[in-house]
């Protein structure tokens, strides 16, 4: 049986953890806890054992074009054999995602082709990230519920303009 995850936008609050089902929660805007360097997060807290994952290795095969030979050794069609540390920032972010779902990173990191992979992890785990600015999640109905401010969306269409005051509150918080 699989299990339907949800998806809540919050802006700047906290997610809500007791829920049973397995969700995304996305927070615009300052978060006190969120880690917006995950590239540095990476790199002091990979661990080998998350590249012999199999949706960690479709990560890397779709984001970055690449094969995993080994948990230390990447093949790039561009750049040969890498280490992990050098895959690219949206990779590395959807990978503490899956590994790290106690944590809140900033998926601003990510291009719009790693909003799929946010999607599928969060069928997985309770997960939260920051976004800031506006990720596109597809055409087609969300196959996860997807709640902004208590308002249930399923699509782009209804997101975006829940998404938009998110990222006007951002723009506020600058100018002031």
């Known amino acids: 049986m699989k299990r339907k ?27 006190e806890k969120a880690i917006y360097n995950t590239s540095v997060f ?11 994952d199999n949706l960690a290795k479709e990560i890397v095969r779709d984001i970055d074009k690449s ?13 040969g054999q890498i280490p992990p540390t050098m895959l690219a920032g949206g990779t590395k972010t959807l990978l503490l995602i899956l590994n790290r779902p106690d944590k809140i990173f900033n998926a601003s990191t990510c291009g719009d082709n790693c909003a799929k992979w946010i999607l599928r992890i969060a069928k997985e785990h309770t997960i939260t990230i920051n976004l800031r600015h506006i990720m596109e999640f597809g055409f087609d ?6 709640f902004v401010e208590g308002i249930e969306v399923h699509n782009m269409k209804e997101l975006l303009p829940l998404a938009i005051k998110g990222i006007h509150s951002i723009a506020e918080g600058v100018v002031k």
């Open 67 to 79: 094969e995993v030979l080994s948990p230390y050794c990447i093949q790039s069609p561009v750049l």
């Open 42 to 52: 990476f790199k002091n807290s990979f661990k080998p054992a998350w590249l012999e």
């Open 141 to 146: 109905d969300f196959e996860v519920p997807v």
């Open 5 to 31: 995850g949800k998806v809540y936008i919050m802006k700047g609050g906290e997610g809500n953890h007791l829920m049973e089902e397995t969700m995304l929660n996305i927070i615009y805007g300052e978060v």
